[in-house]
T-cell receptor, first 116, second 117 residues
Framework: AQKITQTQPGMFVQEKEAVTLDCTYD???????LFWYKQPSSGEMIFLIY??????QNATEGRYSLNFQKARKSANLVISASQLGDSAMYFC?????????????FGRGTSLIVHP | GAVVSQHPSRVICKSGTSVKIECRSL??????MFWYRQFPKQSLMLMAT?????????EQGVEKDKFLINHASLTLSTLTVTSAHPEDSSFYIC?????????????FGPGTRLTVT
């Protein structure tokens, strides 16, 4: 079974508008972390935001915020005031604490295109 | 922020040859490094986890004799694709965890695009 599910293969947004990228996860661990990464066409993975399973508040980093709904096992990324440079692939990832090591798992990604 | 480098960034090799990809943490010590493989427009698939000074742990379905991983120091891990074939053509990305940093931080290298002809 997929541990990370990103149901939106592609998303389009108008410049300056907000966009939400969906991510649901599956784990039986109590302790885990959720991440979002941006991958532009150049290929490098850029860390955007992190949410720990015990964090009570939603994580925010500048224009990025993570809408963490633990009971629903969802960790959606919200990008406010989209910019043309936000066009990229976005990956949701989870790290579970399994047997003493952190094993990262990535979703299939969402391609975001920001229109001028 | 912490920097991870990969070398080479691109490599083209002939079928049957071996290719070595280096992953270095430039300004921190990495006890754990991860090697990923990414096909076009697809997700990152974890191939193996390497811990400094010990054998790598390979994910199910990854041939350890084909993808040799060596993590000889706290700043260097290498992935050698042995007897490469066209189906090994892919984008290989390494990442590293800082042993002294925030527990969740994982820094990615810029990736290596391997093309086997």
């Amino acid at each position: 079974a997929q541990k990370i599910t990103q149901t939106q293969p592609g998303m389009f947004v108008q410049e300056k508008e907000a966009v939400t990228l969906d991510c649901t996860y599956d784990t039986s661990d109590q302790s885990y972390g959720l991440f979002w990464y941006k991958q532009p066409s150049s290929g490098e993975m850029i860390f955007l935001i992190y949410q720990g399973s015990y964090d009570e508040q939603n994580a925010t980093e500048g224009r990025y915020s993570l809408n963490f709904q633990k009971a629903r096992k969802s960790a959606n990324l919200v990008i406010s005031a989209s910019q043309l440079g936000d066009s990229a692939m976005y990956f949701c990832a989870m790290r579970e604490f399994s047997g003493g090591s952190y094993i990262p798992t990535f979703g299939r990604g969402t391609s975001l295109i920001v229109h001028p | 922020g912490a920097v991870v480098s990969q070398h080479p960034s691109r490599v083209i090799c002939k079928s049957g040859t071996s290719v070595k990809i280096e992953c270095r943490s430039l300004d921190f010590q990495a006890t754990t490094m991860f090697w990923y493989r990414q096909f076009p427009k697809q997700s990152l698939m974890l191939m193996a986890t390497s811990n400094e000074g010990s054998k790598a742990t390979y994910e199910q379905g990854v041939e350890k004799d084909k993808f040799l991983i060596n993590h000889a120091s706290l700043t260097l891990s290498t992935l050698t694709v042995t007897s490469a074939h066209p189906e090994d053509s892919s984008f290989y990305i390494c990442s590293a965890r800082d042993r002294t940093g925030i527990h969740y931080e994982q820094y990615f290298g810029p990736g290596t695009r391997l093309t086997v002809t």
